[in-house]
Nanobody, 120 residues
Framework: QVQLVESGGGLVQPGGSLRLSCAAS????????MGWYRQVPGKQRELVAS???????TYADSVKGRFTISRDNAKNTVSLQMNSLKPEDTAVYYC??????????????WGKGTLVTVSS
């Protein structure tokens, strides 16, 4: 089993910053992609940012220029630095990790989520 634990969520004013962190533990041999997703009630969970094992990043258009994802492969952690936060960034943020199970196939693991609330 693999466990993902997020931290860093909370209440922040518009324009403020938060840094989310996620630590993976358990039966870890390798991790392909890691990322952050977010979800609000009534909406589909959406990708915020992802990063491959080699460091290639992908961002949702809505967060480009404001959020930065990074990972430490040795520590099996991934972080999301969120700057210039907007009320529409309010959501539960979930850490995601993709593990290879066999050639060409991956298994998704998810953290339980951390709430980010952007409000004045």
């Amino acid at each position: 089993q693999v466990q993902l634990v997020e931290s860093g969520g909370g209440l922040v004013q518009p324009g403020g910053s938060l840094r989310l962190s996620c630590a993976a533990s358990g039966s870890i041999f390798s991790i392909n992609g890691m990322g952050w997703y977010r979800q609000v009630p009534g909406k589909q969970r959406e990708l915020v940012a992802s990063i491959t094992s080699s460091g290639t990043t992908t961002y949702a258009d809505s967060v480009k220029g404001r959020f930065t994802i990074s990972r430490d492969n040795a520590k099996n952690t991934v972080s999301l630095q969120m700057n210039s936060l907007k009320p529409e960034d309010t959501a539960v943020y979930y850490c995601n990790a993709k593990y290879p199970v066999f050639y060409g196939m991956e298994m998704d693991y998810w953290g339980k989520g951390t709430l980010v609330t952007v409000s004045s």
